[in-house]
Nanobody
Framework: QVQLVESGGGLVQPGGSLRLFCAAS????????MGWYRQAPDEQRELVAI???????IYSNAVKGRFTISRDNAENTVSLQMNSLEPEDTAVYYC?????????????????WGQGTQVTVSA
């Protein structure tokens, strides 16, 4: 089991910046990829950014060049620096951790989610 706790959301004006944090606890040695997803009202949850244990990153086209994901494996945290925020970035942002454990030598993947943090971009 892995527990994820997010912080850092809030209200910001267009063009502003916010930094989101996510702290992992529990079976942290099983964590592989970590990432951020977001869900706007009446929309499906979508990928924002992923970072692997080796710090390779993937970004959605919507945030590429504006957002930066980073990870501290020693502190078991992942953060998302969001710059040049736009009203379209308004959503609940969720931290995600993928884990791999082994059952009779067979890998078992699981996904864990934080409770979400609201980001609102508005004048």
């Amino acid at each position: 089991q892995v527990q994820l706790v997010e912080s850092g959301g809030g209200l910001v004006q267009p063009g502003g910046s916010l930094r989101l944090f996510c702290a992992a606890s529990g079976n942290i040695d099983s964590i592989t990829d970590m990432g951020w997803y977001r869900q706007a009202p009446d929309e499906q949850r979508e990928l924002v950014a992923i970072i692997t244990k080796g710090s390779s990153t993937i970004y959605s086209n919507a945030v590429k060049g504006r957002f930066t994901i980073s990870r501290d494996n020693a502190e078991n945290t992942v953060s998302l620096q969001m710059n040049s925020l736009e009203p379209e970035d308004t959503a609940v942002y969720y931290c995600n951790a993928e884990t791999v454990t082994y059952n009779n030598r067979s890998p078992v993947k699981n996904d864990y989610w934080g409770q979400g943090t609201q980001v609102t971009v508005s004048a």
